[in-house]
Structures are given as structure tokens and as C-alpha cells.
């Protein structure tokens, strides 16, 4: 599945960067990298789909959790596993800037801000798509409900701008995930989203964590 995954991303990235960079010659790599964020829609319910819910279908999960490894311990390699995987595309991504840089003049800064942004809106993703594979068995419908989560966070910032109730329109656009990447597609590095992807992939962590130990001790 993890090679799926890398398989999917860089065929899109590869299509986008024939296109525009090779083709047309057009400079600004960060377009391309912004514009296959949508992938992850597929991509990521894809990677994270059988991380937990596979283990439970087979009853594999019994031997992690009565092994002397923690829960904490079992989450976070799992979910390093599924890091490991996406952070195989950036570095591939930071090749294509390197072909880039010998047929015109990239932003390092802009290119470098935008990896930082796929990894940070990444990780939170999986994140979540592990979270939802804890709660099933079924890898279809942890699949399904991953996509349909990162559908809804991927569209608020359309849905807050018609909306008319200022404080409403705020509070979604502080929760849109893309509005902050946005940022970093700009070069613009925010401490302010940085901490907001971190603490997302932190809560996320957790609640998975409490929904196995439940399942331990039940």
C-alpha cells in the first residue's frame, strides 16, 4: 500500500511537472507541488486505511496489545511507518527542484516553504486517517470516512466564503487546513500554523491511543 501510495503521487507530481516546468518551461515549481494537494484526498485514506483496522480484521492487535510495548509506542511507530512512506515523495520532490534549477531560476525559499507545508498538512492527515482506521475493522470503511473527513477540511475555506456571519467565516477559516498551507505555498513560514498542523497530528495521536487502550482493557 505504501508503494501505491508513492506510485500515485508521483505519477501526478511527474504529469504536473512535464506540463508546466519541462514543457512550458514555467519556473515556479510551487505551483505544481500546490496543486497536486488534492491527491491526498485519495492518496492519504489509501496509506492509512489498513495501518490499524487490517491488524484488528486479522486479530493480529491481540499480540501488540498484550506484548510489553506500549500503546503509546505501537501508535507512534505506526504512525512513523506512514510518515516515513510520504516523506519518501518530498525528498523525491526536492529532485525534480534540483532538475528544475538547471533550466531556470526556482525560489529556494518559496520550494523549501511549500515541502515544509505538504509535510506539516501531511502529517496531520495521516494522523487522522490512522484515528479512523482505529475505530474499524473494515479497510473500506476506514477509507471512506478518512476521504470524506479530509473532503469536508478541504472545502472550508470555499464554504466560509459564502458565508456573511463574520465570526462563522473566521471560525472556519481558522480550522481550513488549506488556508494555512496556503501560507506556506507563499514562502510565508507562520509559527502560528505550524503549531496549529502540529497540534492537530498531536490530538489526533492521542485520541487514537485512548481508543486502543479502551479496546485493551475491555
Known amino acids: 500500500v505504501g508503494y501505491l ?15 508546466y516546468q519541462l514543457s ?21 485514506p489509501i496509506l492509512t486505511m489498513r495501518v490499524l483496522a487490517e491488524e484488528r480484521k486479522q486479530k493480529t492487535d491481540q499480540a501488540l496489545l ?12 505506526k ?3 506512514a510518515i516515513a512512506m510520504f516523506a519518501i515523495c518530498l525528498l523525491i520532490f526536492v529532485v525534480f527542484g534540483i532538475i528544475l534549477a538547471f533550466i531556470a531560476t526556482p ?3 518559496v520550494i523549501f516553504g511549500n515541502i515544509l507545508g505538504l ?8 494522523s487522522i486517517g490512522i484515528f479512523v482506521s482505529s475505530l474499524t475493522e473494515s479497510q473500506a470503511v476506514a477509507a471512506l470516512v478518512t476521504f470524506a473527513i479530509e473532503f469536508v477540511i478541504n472545502i472550508l475555506d470555499s464554504f466560509a466564503s459564502t458565508v456573511s456571519n463574520d465570526f462563522l467565516k473566521n471560525l472556519l477559516l481558522a480550522f481550513s487546513f488549506r488556508t494555512r498551507y496556503n501560507n506556506f505555498a507563499l514562502g510565508l513560514i507562520n509559527l502560528a500554523d505550524m503549531i496549529f498542523y502540529l497540534s492537530v497530528t498531536a490530538l489526533f495521536l492521542f485520541l487514537t491511543i485512548r481508543v486502543i487502550d479502551k479496546r485493551r482493557w475491555s
Open 79 to 81: 504512525y512513523l511507518s
Open 66 to 77: 498484550t506484548s510489553p510495548i506500549s500503546i503509546t509506542r505501537i501508535v507512534i511507530g
Open 107 to 109: 525560489s529556494v525559499g
Open 5 to 19: 501510495f508513492i506510485f500515485f503521487i508521483l505519477v501526478l507530481t511527474g504529469i504536473y511537472f512535464s506540463a
Open 119 to 126: 509535510l506539516l498538512l501531511g502529517s496531520s492527515l495521516i
Open 24 to 44: 512550458a518551461a514555467y519556473p515556479k515549481f510551487e505551483y505544481t507541488l500546490s496543486a497536486i494537494t488534492f491527491a491526498f484526498l485519495i492518496g492519504v
